[in-house]
């Protein structure tokens, strides 16, 4: 399978700064999505991004396929962005129909944002 | 619009009972479907998934098994719980463009919080 690198695995911010998570995969993807898991459980879809960036709010997510990795940065932290947040490809390929929808998963970035 | 709906939310089962999860999408045909468990320590394991109906891929040799008796429906089963069973298990969706290939609308349901006592 595809190796999904998250870094880093844990991240404790003050309200109101920035941050960078990224994300590294060893193999050529055609899906990368970015989720936000909130305390509860619940996985969000932040990002489908597969190459060039985005933004929603605060969030922007950047992806550079040809050097095989995501950003997503996240301005002006608020305790609600607290959670984990996880990075997931689906590979390309001619061999990809054995694997069509098939999320590899990094293990994912803690933050933790305090008032 | 596509929900994705998962039941229970928690449940705790002795060691050797059996199980049952059920998760349903509504609002689209044909989806994609996958559980994941995701253990203690964040990351999340692909145990089943299933691109149409009867249609189940495993990922990994385990305990569990999994069935696909409706388009919309995906079922997560085993005949004796295991301590090791314990775990947040998440049902997914997805769908598959036709005229690409490409994969959208990868969406979670909310969660079944397993432990095996």
């Known amino acids: 399978g595809i190796q999904v690198e998250q870094s880093p695995p844990d991240l404790i911010l003050q309200e109101g700064a920035n941050s960078t998570l990224r994300c590294n995969f060893s193999?050529?993807?055609?899906?990368l999505q970015w989720f936000h898991q909130n305390p509860w459980g619940q996985l969000i879809n932040l990002f489908y991004i597969p190459s060039g960036t985005k933004q929603n709010g605060r969030l922007s997510a950047t992806t550079v396929a040809t050097e095989r990795y995501s950003l997503l940065y996240i301005s002006s932290s608020q305790t609600t962005d607290s959670g984990v947040y996880f990075c997931?490809?689906?590979?390309?390929?001619?061999?990809?129909?054995?694997?069509?929808?098939?999320?590899?998963f990094g293990r994912g970035t803690q933050l933790t944002v305090w008032p | 619009s596509q929900t994705i709906h998962q039941w229970p939310a928690t449940l705790v089962q002795p060691v050797g009972s059996p199980l049952s999860l059920e998760c349903t999408v509504e609002g689209t045909s044909n989806p994609n479907l996958y559980w994941y468990r995701q253990a203690a320590g964040r990351g999340l394991q692909l145990l089943f998934y299933?691109?149409?109906?009867?249609?189940i891929s495993s990922e990994v040799p385990q305990n569990l098994s999994a069935s696909r008796p409706q388009d919309r429906q995906f079922i997560l089963s085993s005949k004796k719980l295991l301590l090791s069973d314990s775990g947040f298990y998440l049902c997914?969706?997805?769908?598959?463009?036709?005229?690409?290939?490409?994969?959208?609308?990868?969406?979670f349901g909310s969660g079944t919080r397993l432990t095996v006592v």
């Open positions: 299933s691109v149409g109906i009867g249609q």
């Open positions: 193999d050529s993807v055609n899906n």
């Open positions: 997914a969706w997805s769908a598959i463009l036709f005229v690409t290939g490409d994969t959208y609308g990868y969406t």
């Open positions: 997931a490809v689906e590979r390309s390929g001619p061999d990809r129909g054995s694997t069509l929808g098939r999320l590899y």
